[in-house]
């Protein structure tokens, strides 16, 4: 049988916060798999853990993305957190699924209509009480959804 370490896979398109298994034989790849990426880039989650993330995450198209509590930028992609600081081989994470989770947000981009709300005029001409006089944007924060018991 081979053996496995659990990390905690966070996705912020769906929101989904689990527990997954990885074989410690096959060293870091199956991460890169997971994550889908080519290139990983650690952040402490605190001085036992450790996240994994795409390091070319942030690009032009972004659907989705994740607010780390007191990390200075969004983390776009898949996160995969892990016991350890990084230096040695991970481990299955020390802390609850539920106790990470509060360090989450999972933040995705909305666009709201803006409705006249009389006959208003604007450059092109007057736009009618109730047409659509434009799009507001705004970023929609969601703790994550646990499901536990996937690993």
């Known amino acids: 049988m081979l053996r496995a370490n659990t ?3 966070l996705d912020p398109e769906t929101t989904i ?3 997954v298994g ?6 870091i790849r199956p991460v890169y798999d997971l994550i889908g990426c080519r290139l990983l880039e650690v952040v402490r989650f605190d001085e036992r853990h450790t996240l994994l993330v795409d390091e070319e995450g942030l690009q032009e198209g972004l659907t989705a993305f994740t607010i780390f509590e007191g990390f200075p930028q969004p983390i776009a992609g898949k ?5 350890g ?17 509060k360090h989450f947000k999972c933040c995705r981009p909305v ?9 208003e005029i604007y450059p092109g ?18 703790a994550p ?7």
């Open 79 to 83: 996160i995969v957190l892990v016991g």
């Open 22 to 27: 990885l074989p410690v034989s096959t060293g």
């Open 7 to 9: 990390a905690y896979v």
């Open 145 to 151: 959804t646990l499901v536990e018991g996937e690993a």
């Open 85 to 101: 600081d990084g230096s040695s081989p991970y481990t299955s994470p020390l802390v609850s699924l539920e106790d990470a989770a």
């Open 17 to 19: 916060f689990k527990p």
């Open 125 to 142: 001409g007057i736009i009618i009480a109730g047409a659509l006089a434009g799009l507001q944007s705004r970023i929609e924060r969601r």
């Open 111 to 119: 666009l709201d209509p803006v409705f006249a709300k009389t006959d």
